[in-house]
């Protein structure tokens, strides 16, 4: 058994000028990309000020060996001592990690300490700091659909 589908283009001009347009967008992703980084650094915001609870928590600073920085640091919360980490990753612009090519991005911060957060150390917890938030994936592949295929 055999199906047919027949399409007919009555506007042959205009379909090729909205496949080019497709054509352009699909070449050059930095429009949504500039989206998820907007996205991502909005998750980094709401881990910090939640002490990690969209990576399942962050220890706190009593539970460091000795920690200095709860007796220097009073009332501050983990990893935010001079606010230079917060800030890198609530900006994600500049650095030699934050880069929007056309077809690809990557974020993350090159402050020299944030390693020892993100992994731990003997004498420190890990607190996970640089993380895919849950549903980014999907949401940042429906923005791009939208962006490829209307320019939205």
Do not use: C
Request: aromatic fraction near 10%; charge should be positive; charged fraction near 20%.
């Amino acid at each position: 058994m055999f199906s047919t589908i027949t399409v007919r283009v009555y506007n042959e001009e205009n379909a090729i000028l909205r496949l080019e347009g497709i054509k352009q967008r699909l070449e050059n992703q930095q429009v949504p990309l500039r989206q998820a980084r907007v996205m991502l650094a909005a998750a980094n915001a709401k881990n910090f000020s939640s002490n990690g609870l969209p990576v399942g928590g962050w220890a706190p600073l009593d539970a460091e060996y000795g920690s200095w920085k709860a007796r220097r640091y009073p009332g501050a919360p983990p990893l935010v001592a001079n606010g230079k980490l917060f800030r890198s990753l609530l900006e994600l612009d500049g650095g030699n990690v934050n880069i929007i090519s056309p077809k690809s991005a990557t974020f993350g911060t090159d402050v020299e300490y944030a390693k020892f957060h993100q992994y731990g150390t003997r004498k420190m917890p890990k607190r996970k700091i640089v993380f895919e938030p849950v549903g980014f994936a999907a949401e940042l592949g429906q923005i791009m659909a939208k962006w490829t295929a209307f320019g939205i």
